[in-house]
């Protein structure tokens, strides 16, 4: 009897060495949670037995339990690595990317990469799943079933050729006048200011478009105050057109005073010698902006085809016009500040930033200013951690005695909120790891000692003669 008691506490003593020595192995294992190994005794009586003399029968491993507590954080420069701080797990998928195989694991170990087709894998390749998001960033689903991997695209958005272009800005009321009939964009001393917007033509090409400010002569401290505004694309003449008939807005600013101090003509473009046409904006006299002449200032068509002004390339739509917006200019007594300056197009985006945030939204910034939200990180969580299925790569299933997963985002509940840039560390503590090292090789020895007074006892009883 007492040799199988010294077997079963030697049995026992190796199990404790074991789930330390494991232990310490994975000690740098990210999102591992260690184990210790938890022992019943061994007690047989019956009704035919005497408690009170009876001695029991050893010892027995009962289970080696995993303990989920929270381990530490450690930051990292990917921005793909993410760590939970919560009771949650990441979802993870395995062999395709249709999303609703429900052949879902679990893990706690967010060390993510790329893979060969932009999706977010673990280093087994599974795919970590997300819920789906509408353009907002906002869920719109959070079922596990409706889960699919995440794919961060290269590109984003198609080409759209600039039809508008806004512009404000302040134009300083002390400068100069100038005789916009001179005005030349190669002669600097012609005009007072002059500002440049990137548009972008149908293929996505961009150009820079310079809008050139000349303070018109003639205007007093009780009139309005006239400034000429000339285009050009590419450094290229784009005149003020009139796309209703086809032609260019012709007239001649005249900058003759009458006895009431205001020019003779107001309401044509502005014309230059060297053939510019141009727009004026009127101010008044606290500086405030009235109009501009034409009111909605169109450029010239700017494709190859028929009397466009040929600044775009060939295979461009060459209709392409652009409607400059006057936002709110002012004419201060302040230097020249651009306050407003944007155009609706756009080129194909390249991916340029990828974030996840605390909610786990993970979305993607593109060179063209696109930020595109892909996916919402999905967490799960179970009535009885202890209860999971381990499978190898710090991951586990659901089983019977984990009971269901409960899907959740982050920042809700005991989910847990999602750190990006972070992952987290096994939470094995070494020193007691050693320590419960020390004592189980005690115990090992006391049992083994135990084992061999038995075994010297049964030799003294055989040598009986």
């Known amino acids: 009897m007492s040799f199988n008691i010294a ?18 192995a994975n000690v740098n294992t990210y999102g591992f949670k260690g184990s210790r190994a938890e022992f019943t005794d061994v007690y047989a009586s019956s009704v035919f037995t005497n408690s009170k003399t009876n001695v029991g029968g050893g010892v027995s491993t009962s289970q080696v339990a995993q303990q989920f507590h929270q381990g530490s954080l450690l930051r990292t420069n990917n921005a793909l690595d993410m760590a939970i701080n919560g009771n949650g797990y990441f979802v993870m ?19 993510f990469k790329l893979n060969s087709d ?9 795919f970590l799943q997300a819920f789906p998001v509408d353009a907002d960033g906002n869920s719109t689903s959070v079922s596990l079933s409706t889960t699919q991997p995440i794919r961060i695209p290269d590109t984003a958005g198609n080409p759209k050729f600039t039809e508008n272009v806004t512009l404000s800005m302040n134009l300083n009321a002390g400068e100069l006048d100038m005789d916009p009939a001179l005005f030349d964009p190669t002669d600097a001393t012609t005009f007072n200011n002059s500002t440049s917007v990137t548009i972008y033509d149908s293929v996505g090409n961009p150009h820079i478009l310079t809008t050139y400010f000349v303070k018109i002569a003639g205007g007093s401290s009780t009139t309005e105050n006239n400034w000429a505004s000339f285009y050009a694309v590419d450094g ?13 807005l012709a007239g001649t600013y005249d900058q003759d005073i009458d006895a009431d101090g205001t ?18 904006m009127k101010f008044d006299s606290a500086g405030n902006f009235l109009t501009s002449v034409p009111a909605t200032i169109e450029t010239q068509t700017l494709g190859l085809t028929g009397t466009g002004a040929g600044v775009l390339s060939a295979g461009t739509d060459g209709t392409q016009n652009l409607t400059i917006n006057m936002g709110n200019p002012t004419q201060f007594a302040s230097v020249f500040e651009v306050t407003e300056l944007r155009q609706d197009g756009q080129t194909v985006g390249r991916l340029t930033n990828v974030e996840v945030g605390a909610d786990g939204l ?13 996916g919402r990180v999905a967490l799960a969580r179970f009535n009885n951690d202890q209860g999971l299925t381990q499978i190898g790569n710090t991951s586990w299933k659901q089983s019977l005695a984990s009971g269901e997963a409960l899907a959740g985002e982050a920042n809700f509940g005991t989910f847990g909120s999602v750190n990006s840039a ?18 189980a090789q005690r115990n090992f020895q006391a049992n083994s000692r135990t084992l061999e007074v038995n075994s ?10």
Not at 13 to 21: E, H, I, R, V
Not at 422 to 436: A, G, K, Y
Request: charged share 15%.
């Open 93 to 111: 998928s395995g062999g395709n990317t249709n999303g609703n195989s429900m052949d879902f694991s679990y893990t706690r170990s967010g060390a």
């Open 7 to 24: 077997l079963s506490g030697i049995a026992a003593s190796q199990k404790d060495l074991d789930s330390t020595a494991n232990n310490i």
């Open 263 to 280: 020019p003779d003509v107001f309401g044509v473009p502005v014309q230059t010698a060297g053939g510019w046409t141009g727009s004026v």
């Open 422 to 439: 972070s992952l987290e560390q096994s939470n094995v503590d070494l020193t007691t790891e050693l320590t419960d090292l020390i004592t």
């Open 118 to 126: 932009n999706y977010i894998v673990d280093s087994q390749d599974n």
């Open 362 to 374: 993970v979305s993607a910034s593109y060179s063209n200013g696109t930020q595109k939200p892909l």
């Open 456 to 465: 010297t006892l049964q030799q003294t009883i055989l040598q009986i003669r």
């Open 236 to 248: 290229q003449q784009v005149n003020v057109w009139d796309t209703a008939t086809d032609t260019a």
